[in-house]
């Protein structure tokens, strides 16, 4: 059965530090898709990045990018340069392409920047 | 602003009484997913629709019900409230194709008295 584990379930960490998140998934499927959310205090859940388990490079938006290790089934994110206002909730979520449409989620990440 | 509009923004009723929770999915999107979030908790998928169909279940209770309409907007409805159905409820869309992310509406917060 598909799973995601977030095993960090609180950060602290101090302002302009970089931020890695980790996710492991668990699947058979060879076609899948690992997204990132972010849920702040105020409760709504945005997108933030999106790494296929074909694509050959590590996806990037901004100061987000993904360490992808397939081998491994590790999708960890990295947050560069941390701030404030990324104190969150971060959630990991999976998609297996051949077998199901559904996201299967974390439990989530509790990410608190220090100033 | 992802673009998927949710109503009321928060909801609050005693136990028994049925309310309906709506969504209006991004311009374009013909997949529409409700999620419940109880309190410090993770995501629980409930049902997602496409184009009008139910394309899948999740932990549904039979109290809840939900349905697209044909202009792609989506209704939860949920009767018999309890107590332990107070969450944060989420509508999200999205594009077709299995690589396309779900956007979030901003939630229905619902606190069942």
Known sequence: AQKITQTQPGMFVQEKEAVTLDCTYDTSDQSYGLFWYKQPSSGEMIFLIYQGSYDEQNATEGRYSLNFQKARKSANLVISASQLGDSAMYFCAMRDFDSNYQLIWGAGTKLIIKP | DSGVTQTPKHLITATGQRVTLRCSPRSGDLSVYWYQQSLDQGLQFLIQYYNGEE????????????????????????????????????CASSETGVSQPQHFGDGTRLSIL
Do not use: T, V
């Not at chain 2, 939900?66 to 332990?84: K, T, V, Y």
């Open chain 2, 55 to 90: 394309r899948a279940k999740g932990n549904i209770l039979e109290r809840f019900s939900a349905q697209q309409f044909p202009d792609l907007h989506s209704e939860l409805n949920l009767s018999s409230l309890e107590l332990g159905d107070s969450a944060l409820y989420f």
